[in-house]
């Protein structure tokens, strides 16, 4: 069974940063991925960025790129999301999910449709 449990959200001022985990386990394959989506209230979900296990290939969305740092420890089967810059508009629950990877180049189309498996949410306030 895949359980994913994301945590680290908290109130942080506009301009500073946060990280937020998502533990995994229970997936068949190593070769999977993990996204990081959220959903602001009174607006859809949206998926922020992915990475695959196998490979560590990352994808963002622009409006996290460049402030945004997805990554993966092995070894603790975590993956993190550094949020840096942080503005009011990044304000949401964020949620981390996966499923087993496929595909070469489009491997991270996912994050555009919706994950497999889903964990639990985690808020992110951001004040001005």
């Known amino acids: 069974e895949v359980q994913l449990q994301a945590s680290g959200g908290g109130l942080v001022q506009a301009g500073g940063s946060l990280r937020l985990s998502c533990a995994a386990s229970?997936?068949?394959?190593?070769?999977?991925?993990i996204g990081w989506f959220r959903q602001a209230p009174g607006k859809e979900r949206e998926g922020v960025s992915c990475?695959?296990?196998?490979?560590?290939?990352?994808y963002y969305k622009d409006s996290v790129k460049g402030r945004f740092t997805i990554s993966f420890d092995n070894a603790k089967n975590t993956v993190y999301l550094r949020m840096n810059s942080l503005k009011p508009e990044d304000t949401a629950v964020y949620f981390c999910?996966?499923?087993?990877?496929?595909?070469?180049?489009?491997?991270?189309?996912?994050?555009?449709?919706?994950?497999?498996?889903w964990g639990t949410g985690t808020l992110v306030t951001v004040s001005s």
């Open positions: 990475i695959r296990r196998s490979d560590g290939s990352t």
């Open positions: 229970g997936f068949t394959f190593d070769d999977y991925i």
């Open positions: 999910a996966g499923e087993q990877a496929s595909g070469g180049s489009t491997w991270y189309h996912p994050i555009y449709y919706g994950m497999d498996y």
